[in-house]
T-cell receptor, first 117, second 113 residues
Framework: DTEVTQTPKHLVMGMTNKKSLKCEQH?????MYWYKQKAKKPPELMFV???????INESVPSRFSPECPNSSLLNLHLHALQPEDSALYLC????????????????FGEGSRLTVL | GNSVTQMEGPVTLSEEAFLTINCTYT??????LFWYVQYPGEGLQLLLK?????DKGSNKGFEATYRKETTSFHLEKGSVQVSDSAVYFC????????????FGTGTRLTIIP
């Protein structure tokens, strides 16, 4: 299984809603990522988890709250978002070698397209 | 810090034409280099990679050679197909096991029959 599965594929929410994006992989990858991608732009890193612990937060607003409940799952909780948060949210994972080195080779899901009204 | 500079797009070619998308980088140490492809409406897929100088990555007829002397990793394909239409991203990660992947701005490629 070499897939990263993201749900939902599409999400429309109001600025007062609370919703969550989910991501799952079964490749044994111990690094997992959230990226945000606006139209015609490269992905922007939001968060990185290594061994289920948050290792990088790229100064993301607190209305985005990541969670890594176990080595296969990654969630992104959304609350009080703004219309400018509308984007494609990509989850990815990568292998950490026994030496502790991250290969840097990311496997991406197809993304969750979020629209904030 | 690390940075990746990609050829500006969009690029439009006829089927069976030769493709080159330029990519140069700035990095400390000895980075690993990647090309990712994003087809319309999809996430990114790794196309090819190279982890040390003079390595050549190849996949699906695409090739790129890690040139340390020119800090480049240009993507080439000898004969493109309509199905190659996509956005191509050059990217790097440092050799220190850094978890951060630095992307170029992406190059949109359209192949016309």
């Amino acid at each position: 299984d070499t897939e990263v599965t993201q749900t939902p594929k599409h999400l429309v929410m109001g600025m007062t809603n609370k919703k969550s994006l989910k991501c799952e992989q079964h490749m044994g990858h111990r690094a997992m990522y959230w990226y945000k991608q606006k139209a015609k732009k490269p992905p922007e890193l939001m968060f990185v988890y290594s061994y289920e612990k948050l290792s990088i937060n790229e100064s993301v607003p607190s209305r985005f709250s990541p969670e890594c409940p176990n080595s296969s799952l990654l969630n992104l909780h959304l609350h009080a978002l703004q219309p400018e948060d509308s984007a494609l949210y990509l989850c990815a994972s990568s292998l950490i070698l026994l030496t502790g080195t991250n290969t840097g080779e990311l496997f991406f899901g197809e993304g969750s397209r979020l629209t904030v009204l | 810090g690390n940075s990746v500079t990609q050829m500006e797009g969009p690029v439009t070619l006829s089927e069976e034409a030769f493709l080159t998308i330029n990519c140069t980088y700035t990095a400390t140490g000895y980075p690993s280099l990647f090309w990712y492809v994003q087809y319309p409406g999809e996430g990114l897929q790794l196309l090819l990679k190279a982890t040390k100088a003079d390595d050549k990555g190849s996949n699906k007829g695409f090739e790129a050679t890690y040139r340390k002397e020119t800090t480049s990793f240009h993507l080439e394909k000898g004969s493109v197909q309509v199905s190659d239409s996509a956005v191509y991203f050059c990217a790097l990660t440092s050799n220190f096991g850094n978890e951060k992947l630095t992307f170029g701005t992406g190059t949109r490629l359209t192949i016309i029959p």
